[in-house]
């Protein structure tokens, strides 16, 4: 009975619900020291978004669906990571993402108030992953002109104000965020390709990435109904190195081999990129269901496909001893970010971009300088081979104290096979002592600079074409163009820091001289200047007296009594006079 | 011709050609670097960079971030200046160092001259050995020498002026405003201090000596002071027509009075207010700024009233001490009037202690500024000690100013007898 009604509620929902789940496993080796694998597990939804009140979902997480109900949202991508992705050596990753957290969102069209949506919305997927996403708000955060567009399908005119950008390059992926993360997976880390995300394995990795995108996607060919998607990566680049070997396998790699695919998966399939396998000749097993060639813009691509099917499973790999020396072919464009001078008075911000494709590139850099870094923009210099190369168009919002990052954002055209460097200079800034991170003298993470171009070739690139959105939609998808979004490295700032056991000391001494202004200046205009008498007695006899006086003043006042008498009634008579001859001279000087 | 001239146009021409040469080597950018000649109020890098921006396609309001401070009208003349003069901009600060020790030379020498009118006049009125001690003649014809010396040759000054700041046009207007009260011209006094307070603020305390000034039979005071007042808020009304909100004043004046960035200067408030507890700092500083704005002035114009031009002084040296923003450039200007006390020397006690310090402090502070930012051997305190040492130095100066003032005052009255009822006798405040 009960099993009955389990494999009808299966059906049910497999077969009769509007909500799709696929999930893919991409494995590549590198060209060079490490194999990359990138999960991707994809929920559909065949739902309008805005008329959607996100009340019941079958497989698609309530919790992210109430988010995009509550704040409005119309897109959203969201990246943890740790490490970074090498890009002149690794090429491009399928999902492109910063150093530390990243969240990017569009709001819907209709939103009033932005930035407070932005503000609650960052504080909820702080609670929803268990990330400080709450320390984004307006003060980090920044509304790209030209480098994000909306990734899935847009019916308004775009316009940026409902963008918001920020990057907290210090956040870390750990497995505090990978378990929230795994339970909005439909199989949660059950069973599927989930259960190979064993925390003890991913995170000793030379770079791990957990990302969720939500965008609307066509619902079919005609485009006339939107559907909504749930996109969730994950990015592993493991080294050989750390392995131990080269020849990988899944329960090398994951601890686990797949012991089946999700019951409520549409399909689970396992990629495994042979293109290296021309130069680094391996052989896989068991052998793959199917031999895939992807021919993508002037790139030709070979996969082994795994279908997986609720047999057990491990895919490995075997290299031969005879090893190839390799001649990297870095990707067409690649930057990293860098600071000049020393000191911590000014500095010099530089982003290097390098452009190795055989024609021009047109580039749009983003760069969200937090506002503790002012720049000097009238000591902006974009020089590429050493002459300088003006930007095609170029958006400068100067940041605020406290309130706003600085927002820079050009496009630039980049000459065949070049090196561009921009740099500007900044100052330090000085924080009120409470304003400074913990650990204050090891830095404040500045984020990275998004760098967005168009390659014309695939060379490469794995990422999803704009309307795909499963894995396999990448097969033979040729486009005229090939977005690719990278990210250089975020810097450590050193501020100067104050001495933090010193707020008494340093209240208590500038307060000192503000007294010592006020007490002459006081006496100066309240007081009048009169001659007296010099007291000639010494300190030491003075003492004496005064000790005296207090100890033996009973008896020395009786004995004086009438001595001290007769000499008061003397020196009331001696002022008396002395008033008398001033009185005298004063009527002379009036005469 | 006359020896005072020729000395006179040699004291320029070195001041000049020191100039120039600081101007030409190699090193220029220190000074216009140094946090002790540009604050955050005076960089010229700031005109600079607000002049670039409002260039740029998107031209975004440098009223609406951190990077100018000063009124609109005020970055038009200079964006003015700049286009006019394009890369000789430097001649435009040596014409206004100039100008500015030429007023101070006017000024001086017509209120010297007016002390010695009134002296020899009022001469019946003092006791007999007061005859050695009023001012001389001679001394009245030397004194613009030694006022061009100390402006043209003043290495505050000369700091100032080739590290390009705003503060050199600031001493300009405050020139202008000692000619004004010496030679009692309504306009050029009132215009020029409402230059000034417009410019930054603190120079509205400088109302008081212009109200005593025009306190006769002659001017209405209450008229002079709120054409001043009024002449001030119009340059506010045209900078808000040149940048159409209102913004600016949250960037002008809020910035001034509540003082958010603590990059260290010369005065007290930057290591205080980093420092400060959270929960005082709104009462600390409204302190602070009470105690310049508020303080000093009604004790000290009723003390000196008789004596706008001191009073005017010993208000500016309590601005430069106790200001949020001072450079060395304010420091240097109080500095260039001493000068017209040149008589008071001889009763001032702390000539020694207060230039040494001075001295010192002006090589102990960037020093110090090197330990700590650039070699890390050093850290915040070393260079809050040395600012506090010159904040108290300057303290020391003033007070000391003011006190030999008045004893000269009672010595002309009473005769410098250093006796009283037969016993040897100090002079003492009671």
Redesign the interface.
């Known amino acids: 009975m009960c099993l009955l009604f389990f494999v009808s509620y299966y059906i049910s929902v497999v077969l009769c619900s509007s909500e799709h789940f696929t999930e893919e496993l991409l494995i590549k080796p590198l060209h060079s020291e490490q194999v990359y694998t990138h999960f991707h597990f994809v929920t559909k939804w065949d739902s309008d978004p805005n008329t959607e009140n996100f009340r019941h979902t079958n497989i698609f997480s309530r919790a992210i669906g109430e988010i995009i109900h509550r704040y409005n949202v119309q897109e959203l991508h969201l990246s943890l990571t740790t490490g970074l992705w090498r890009y002149e050596s690794w090429g491009y990753p399928v999902v492109n993402a910063g150093p530390g957290a990243e969240l990017w969102v569009w709001f819907k069209p209709d939103t009033v108030n932005v930035d407070d949506k932005w503000k609650f919305l960052t504080n909820a997927l702080s609670g929803l992953i268990c990330a400080s996403l709450n320390f984004i708000d307006k003060t980090n955060s920044v509304s790209p002109k030209y480098s994000f567009k909306p990734s899935g399908l847009v019916r308004e005119p775009i316009n940026s104000t409902f963008l918001r950008y920020a990057s907290l390059p210090k956040e870390h992926a750990c497995t505090e965020n990978l378990t929230p993360w795994k339970k909005l997976l439909p199989c949660k880390g059950r069973t599927g390709l989930g259960s190979l995300l064993n925390a003890g394995y991913i995170h000793n990795t030379r770079y791990h990435s957990l990302s969720i995108a939500i965008r609307t996607v066509c619902r079919d060919e005609s485009c006339t109904v939107p559907s909504l998607i749930l996109e969730q990566t994950v990015g592993l680049t493991y080294d050989y190195q750390m392995l131990g070997t080269r020849n990988w396998s899944i329960r090398r790699l994951f601890g686990q081999g797949i012991l089946g695919p999700c019951p409520l998966a549409e399909s689970t399939t396992v990629y495994v990129d042979t293109g290296s396998n021309f130069s680094i000749p391996f052989s896989l097993s068991p052998s793959p269901n199917e031999w895939l060639t992807s021919l993508r813009g002037g790139q030709e691509g070979r996969f082994a496909k795994y279908t997986i099917t609720y047999k057990p499973i491990s895919i490995a790999s075997s290299y031969n001893d005879k090893q190839n020396v390799l001649l990297k072919s870095p990707p067409p464009l690649f930057a990293s970010q860098y600071f000049t001078y020393?000191?911590?008075?000014?500095g010099g911000l530089n982003v290097k971009i390098h452009n190795n494709h055989w024609a021009s590139l047109d580039v749009v850099v983003l760069q969200n300088i937090p506002?503790i870094m002012?720049l000097?923009?009238?000591t902006l210099s974009m020089k590429t081979n050493g002459k300088e190369n003006k930007p095609l168009?170029?958006?400068?919002?100067?940041?605020?104290?406290?309130e706003?990052p600085t927002h820079f954002e050009y496009v630039l055209r980049l000459p065949a096979k070049s090196v561009t460097i921009i740099s500007v200079e900044f100052r330090y800034?000085?924080?009120?002592?409470?304003e400074y991170p913990p650990d204050a003298n090891h830095g404040i993470y500045i984020p990275p600079a998004v760098i967005s171009a168009l390659l014309p070739l695939a060379r490469n690139i794995t990422s999803l074409p704009q309307d795909g959105v499963t894995f396999s939609d990448s097969f033979n998808a040729s486009r005229s163009s090939y977005l690719v979004q990278i990210r250089t490295e975020s810097v450590i700032i050193t501020l100067?820091?104050?001495?933090f056991s010193?707020?008494y000391?340093?209240?208590c001494?500038?307060c000192t001289?503000?007294a010592?202004?006020?007490g002459?200046?006081?006496?100066?205009?309240?007081?009048?200047?009169?001659?007296?008498?010099?007291d000639?007695e010494r300190l030491l006899t003075k003492i004496k007296r005064k000790l005296k006086n207090v100890f033996c003043k009973k008896t020395i006042n009786r004995e004086l009594n009438s001595e001290e008498d007769e000499k008061t009634n003397e020196s009331i008579v001696?002022e008396f006079n002395?008033v008398c001859e001033n009185v005298e001279k004063e009527t002379k000087?009036e005469r | 011709m006359p020896r005072n001239i020729t000395l006179i146009l040699t004291n320029y021409f070195v001041g000049i050609a020191i100039r120039l040469w600081l101007f030409f080597i190699d090193y220029n950018t220190i000074f216009m670097?140094r946090v002790e000649i540009s604050t955050p109020l005076n960089s010229w890098?700031r005109v600079?960079?607000a002049?670039?921006?409002s260039k740029?396609?998107?031209s975004?309001n440098?009223y609406?971030?951190?990077?100018i401070y000063e009124p609109p009208l005020y970055h038009m003349f200079y964006m003015v200046l700049s286009n006019l003069f394009g890369e000789q901009i430097y001649l435009m600060f040596i014409i206004a160092d100039i100008l500015t020790s030429y007023c101070l030379c006017v000024a001086g020498k017509k209120y010297l001259e007016t002390l010695f009118k009134k002296e020899i006049s009022n001469i019946d009125?003092y006791l007999p050995d007061a005859v050695n001690f009023i001012i001389k003649e001679q001394e009245i014809e030397s004194v613009d020498v030694y006022i061009v010396a100390a402006y043209m040759l003043n290495p505050y000054i000369i700091f100032n002026c080739v590290g390009y700041t705003t503060t050199v046009f600031q001493n300009l207007y405050l020139g202008l405003f000692f000619v004004g009260i010496v030679k009692k011209n309504v306009f050029l006094a009132s215009i020029s201090l409402a230059a000034a307070i417009s410019q930054s603020f603190y120079p509205i305390l400088l109302l008081a000596p212009l109200f005593v000034t025009f306190n006769d039979k002659r001017f209405n005071a209450t008229l002079v002071t709120t054409l001043t007042l009024i002449i001030s808020g119009l340059i506010l009304i045209i900078s808000s027509f040149l940048n159409p909100k209102w913004s600016y004043l949250n960037h002008s004046l809020k910035f001034i009075l509540s003082a958010?960035?603590?990059?260290?200067n010369i005065g007290?408030f930057?290591?205080?207010?980093?420092?400060?507890?959270?929960h005082f700092r709104t009462l600390?500083i409204y302190s602070?700024q009470l105690?310049v704005i508020a303080?000093?002035v009604i004790?000290?114009t009723?003390?000196f009233r008789q004596d706008p031009v001191l009073l005017t002084t010993s208000l500016l040296g309590?601005i430069t001490?106790?200001k949020s923003y001072p450079s060395l450039g304010e420091v240097g200007f109080v500095l260039a009037v001493l000068p017209f006390w040149k008589h008071l020397q001889f009763y001032m006690q702390q000539g020694l202690l207060t230039s040494v310090s001075f001295f010192m402090v002006t090589l102990l502070a960037p020093t110090v500024w090197h330990l700590?930012?650039?070699s890390g051997s050093a850290?915040?305190?070393f260079y809050?000690g040395a600012t506090?040492a010159f904040?108290?130095a300057q303290?020391f100066m003033?007070?000391d100013l003011?006190?030999a003032y008045?004893?000269r005052?009672?010595i002309i009255k009473y005769g410098c007898?250093k006796e009283?009822?037969g016993?040897?006798?100090?002079?003492?405040?009671?």
């Open positions: 020393y000191g911590q008075e000014k506002w002012p000097f923009l009238h168009k170029l958006f400068y919002m100067p940041g605020k104290m406290r706003r800034t000085f924080l009120k002592w409470t100067p820091t104050p001495d010193m707020p000391n340093a209240i001494l500038a001289v503000v010592l202004a006020f002459p200046l006081h006496n100066i205009t309240t007081k009048r200047l009169g001659r007296k008498t010099k000639k001696k002395s000087k | 670097n890098r600079v960079e002049n670039y921006i740029i396609s998107n975004p440098p609406e971030s951190d990077v009125d958010p960035d603590f990059t260290p007290l930057w290591y205080f207010f980093i420092e400060m507890f959270e600390f602070f105690n303080l000093y004790p000290l009723l003390r309590i001490i106790f700590w930012l650039y850290n915040a305190n809050f506090l904040a108290t303290i003033l007070t003011l006190f008045i004893k005052e009672y007898v009283c009822d016993q040897e006798a100090v002079l003492l405040l009671e």
